[in-house]
């Protein structure tokens, strides 16, 4: 699975420049213009990395950056603004941004810094888990207490996108592009059919529940 990035800027041209230029990397690319959009984005789904511009109408970067951090989420943000001066670089960290990357910039250097931001968010986080569910991601296995489950390759990424988002809907338009790269050949119901085999797998057919009309929530 690809790695995620929201980018939020309410500069067109340059909010469209970043969005090609992550996608030709191979990033799956959201964007928003706003924070207000930002914070629902982040809501329906947390990115793996957060490109964020600091001036913006309404909810600022700074702002957003807080709300962030007092949820309690620790995805890397990369902040970006016209504004060099030192008492705005600590604002920006101060607010809970990892990196701060001034314009106009250099693309090689942006990718460079969103490469260092993902390993770095990458080694805390070497296994998820909710309760007695654990999937270590750095094997690709997954366990309920000390029972290994035999799940296939699209079965762990379809958990490991529920365990990404527990209590939180996963709609089947979501999981249907992160876990099959939204392809063609593949429909909605091929969705619940996968979601049927984990939970038969997991052995506590409740621990995933439908959301009539959205998708499904991993939930105790």
Avoid at 186 to 201: F, G, I, M, P, W
Wanted: include cysteine; charged fraction near 30%.
């Amino acid at each position: 699975m690809s790695a995620t990035i929201l980018v939020v800027d309410d500069d067109e041209p340059i909010r469209r420049m970043l969005e090609r230029t992550l996608a030709a990397e191979g990033y799956d690319v959201t964007s928003a213009a706003d924070g207000g959009s930002a914070l629902a984005a982040i809501e329906r789904a947390v990115p793996d990395v957060l490109v964020l511009d600091v001036a913006m109408p309404g909810i600022d970067g700074l702002d957003v950056c807080r709300r962030v951090r007092a949820k309690g989420l620790s995805v890397p943000i990369l902040l970006l603004t016209a504004r060099d001066a030192v008492p705005h670089r600590i604002a920006g960290l101060d607010a809970g941004a990892d990196d701060y990357f001034v314009k106009p910039f250099a693309v090689g250097e942006l990718l460079a810094r969103i490469r260092a931001l993902l390993r770095r968010g990458l080694e805390p986080e070497q296994v998820l888990a909710h309760g007695d569910l654990v999937l270590d991601l750095q094997t690709r296995t997954a366990r309920r207490g000390q029972l290994e489950l035999d799940l296939s390759p699209r079965e762990l990424d379809l958990l490991e996108l529920l365990l990404r988002h527990p209590r939180r809907v996963v709609t089947r338009e979501l999981a249907l592009e992160r876990v099959w790269g939204g392809t063609a050949a593949a429909s909605l119901n091929v969705v619940d059919r996968y979601v049927s085999y984990l939970r038969r797998k997991l052995g506590e057919p409740q621990l995933i529940d439908t959301v009539r009309g959205a998708g499904f929530t991993l939930c105790r």
